[in-house]
């Protein structure tokens, strides 16, 4: 009996870390099925990944490619993180640039399969020219995806029924099941941004068409128990085979990176100990998320007005704030500021925290409900208020409440839906919840197959499309 093939795969993910994450653990789960990884990124993002597993090194690499000059692009800057909104669009730009070297790479290890991201509408034709197969992978869930458009071609071509943001205030026509889900107005506002073409030449929506209709197959990290309807209605208004993932959640052996010896971990960790069990609200806005001034303020009053203990993660911004004077000397003691790297897994694990406050980011959302988190939310870009309504539908998070017109909120609206997560009883249906849809999120088996199914169908598509 002969030995079955084992797959060559390239992985090329956009240029964000909530995108090339997911990239990465997905390589984790092929390459630990003995198939050959290459995920292709440039230095500085290299360097920033996590290690690659030493089991997993034979089977695994990645492949640097230098991004080219991009007028306006700042000087080492490589991934969104690096850079406000505003300069986005040059990294796209440059990441474009990208498509010399990487047809080179690929006429010369010749992979059976390239995974690529939404923003690379570019890639498909190459592959083509080259015989390669094509999955798109989707860090986006399958009722985004839908929400954007009735179907590839549509999507391209601007052919869109909604032409003002009010349209965006209901479910599209195309789904035929009742749903909620919709942007509130103050979101489909900043959403049109990415509606229209920048400096690269082209929408977010164009290069979102592109990159489903140029594919063999579209690859979803998502589940039937989270999302079954819309999954089904993907594969229906695109025409494209769904293969889901799995929702990637953390493995333990994720949260056992060796911390210890990081001094504010150490002092942190022995604060967490200190606080009851279920009393900490851990809050985490994303490395990308930039509040106003308005914004920060309102939150830090918000967290001092509730009276609980928290431990807030407050990167360096782009757009400098300034926290409200005698902030820190006012909950000295009750809450924690750390500006720096956090070991957001080792936090949320840890028995003290009792919610998370959060982007809606569906990375951290599937990290908090993986540990049984309720989570309080703020949506603030692209389609994390489509997030954030499917999970209030499923009452494992709630919104702070905020204007419809302008986004903004109070510290009262903060205060008040912090303490009703975390110690009224009309917040238990909340941490209950959390709770049920953990043993889904964890269940390493169910989570596993999913993947494996993945695997399988590159093997037995490419087998049947190339031999």
Same mark, same amino acid.
């Given at each position: 009996?002969?030995?079955?093939?084992?797959?060559?795969?390239?992985?090329?993910?956009?240029?964000?870390?909530?995108?090339?994450?997911?990239?990465?653990?997905?390589?984790?789960?092929?390459?630990?099925?003995?198939?050959?990884?290459?995920?292709?990124?440039?230095?500085?993002?290299?360097?920033?990944?996590?290690?690659? *597993? =030493? %089991?997993?090194? +034979? $089977?695994?690499?990645?492949?640097?490619?230098? &991004?080219?000059?991009?007028?306006? !692009?700042?000087?080492?800057?490589?991934?969104?993180?690096?850079?406000?909104?505003?300069?986005?669009?040059?990294?796209?730009?440059?990441?474009?640039?990208?498509?010399?070297?990487?047809?080179?790479?690929?006429?010369?290890?010749?992979?059976?399969?390239?995974?690529?991201?939404?923003?690379?509408?570019?890639?498909?034709?190459?592959?083509?020219?080259?015989?390669?197969?094509?999955?798109?992978?989707?860090?986006?869930?399958?009722?985004?995806?839908?929400?954007?458009?009735?179907?590839?071609?549509?999507?391209?071509?601007?052919?869109?029924?909604?032409?003002?943001?009010?349209?965006?205030?209901? *479910? =599209? %026509?195309?789904? +035929? $099941?009742?749903?909620?889900?919709?942007?509130? &107005?103050?979101?489909?506002?900043? !959403?049109?941004?990415?509606?229209?073409?920048?400096?690269?030449?082209?929408?977010?929506?164009?290069?979102?068409?592109?990159?489903?209709?140029?594919?063999?197959?579209?690859?979803?990290?998502?589940?039937?128990?989270?999302?079954?309807?819309?999954?089904?209605?993907?594969?229906?208004?695109?025409?494209?085979?769904?293969?889901?993932?799995?929702?990637?959640?953390?493995?333990?052996?994720?949260?056992?990176?060796?911390?210890?010896?990081?001094?504010?971990?150490?002092?942190?960790?022995?604060?967490?100990?200190?606080?009851?069990?279920?009393?900490?609200?851990?809050?985490?806005?994303?490395?990308?998320?930039?509040?106003?001034?308005?914004?920060?303020?309102?939150?830090?009053?918000? &967290?001092?007005?509730?009276?609980?203990?928290?431990?807030?993660?407050?990167?360096?911004?782009?757009?400098?704030?300034?926290?409200?004077?005698?902030?820190?000397?006012?909950?000295?003691?009750?809450?924690?500021?750390?500006?720096?790297?956090?070991?957001?897994?080792?936090?949320?694990?840890?028995?003290?925290?009792?919610?998370?406050?959060?982007?809606?980011?569906?990375?951290?959302?599937?990290?908090?409900?993986?540990?049984?988190?309720?989570?309080?939310?703020?949506?603030?870009?692209?389609?994390?208020?489509?997030?954030?309504?499917?999970?209030?539908?499923?009452?494992?998070?709630?919104?702070?409440?905020?204007?419809?017109?302008?986004?903004?909120?109070?510290?009262?609206?903060?205060?008040?839906?912090?303490?009703?997560?975390?110690?009224?009883?009309?917040?238990?249906?909340?941490?209950?919840?959390?709770?049920?849809?953990?043993?889904?999120?964890?269940?390493?088996?169910?989570?596993?197959?999913?993947?494996?199914?993945?695997?399988?169908?590159?093997?037995?598509?490419?087998?049947?499309?190339?031999?």
């Amino acid at each position: 009996m002969a030995t079955p093939k084992k797959l060559h795969i390239t992985m090329f993910p956009w240029l964000a870390f909530g995108h090339m994450l997911p990239f990465f653990e997905l390589a984790k789960h092929i390459a630990g099925k003995d198939h050959k990884v290459f995920i292709i990124s440039t230095p500085n993002n290299i360097k920033r990944l996590p290690k690659i *597993p =030493p %089991n997993l090194s +034979p $089977f695994m690499n990645f492949v640097s490619l230098t &991004l080219p000059h991009q007028d306006n !692009l700042p000087q080492d800057a490589e991934a969104t993180t690096d850079l406000p909104f505003s300069k986005v669009q040059y990294l796209k730009m440059s990441y474009d640039k990208l498509q010399d070297s990487l047809t080179q790479f690929l006429q010369t290890c010749t992979p059976d399969w390239i995974i690529y991201d939404v923003f690379s509408y570019w890639l498909p034709s190459i592959a083509a020219n080259l015989g390669i197969s094509c999955a798109y992978f989707s860090i986006f869930p399958a009722w985004s995806i839908c929400f954007f458009g009735s179907s590839t071609t549509a999507m391209i071509n601007g052919e869109d029924p909604r032409t003002k943001p009010e349209d965006y205030t209901v *479910p =599209p %026509n195309w789904v +035929p $099941f009742h749903s909620e889900i919709a942007f509130r &107005l103050h979101e489909a506002k900043k !959403l049109f941004v990415h509606l229209k073409e920048d400096d690269s030449g082209v929408s977010d929506l164009f290069r979102f068409g592109s990159a489903i209709a140029g594919c063999d197959v579209i690859a979803t990290k998502s589940c039937m128990e989270l999302e079954s309807e819309w999954l089904n209605l993907m594969g229906e208004l695109h025409g494209k085979p769904i293969v889901s993932v799995g929702l990637l959640p953390p493995s333990d052996k994720d949260n056992s990176e060796n911390v210890t010896e990081h001094n504010s971990w150490l002092i942190t960790s022995e604060w967490l100990d200190k606080q009851k069990i279920g009393s900490v609200v851990y809050v985490a806005l994303g490395s990308e998320i930039n509040p106003s001034q308005e914004d920060l303020t309102e939150l830090a009053r918000g &967290l001092e007005l509730s009276g609980l203990p928290f431990l807030w993660c407050l990167r360096k911004q782009h757009n400098p704030v300034e926290l409200p004077d005698g902030f820190e000397e006012r909950v000295e003691g009750r809450g924690v500021l750390w500006t720096s790297w956090v070991p957001q897994l080792k936090i949320l694990s840890h028995e003290s925290v009792g919610a998370f406050l959060t982007h809606c980011g569906l990375n951290s959302i599937i990290e908090a409900l993986h540990y049984g988190r309720p989570l309080v939310l703020l949506p603030f870009v692209m389609d994390h208020g489509l997030v954030s309504r499917v999970f209030a539908e499923k009452k494992a998070v709630i919104e702070i409440e905020r204007n419809e017109e302008d986004g903004v909120y109070s510290r009262k609206s903060v205060a008040e839906t912090l303490r009703m997560v975390i110690v009224e009883e009309e917040g238990r249906v909340y941490r209950d919840k959390a709770k049920q849809m953990r043993i889904i999120i964890s269940d390493k088996e169910l989570q596993n197959q999913y993947a494996d199914n993945f695997v399988e169908f590159l093997h037995n598509y490419r087998q049947i499309s190339k031999y």
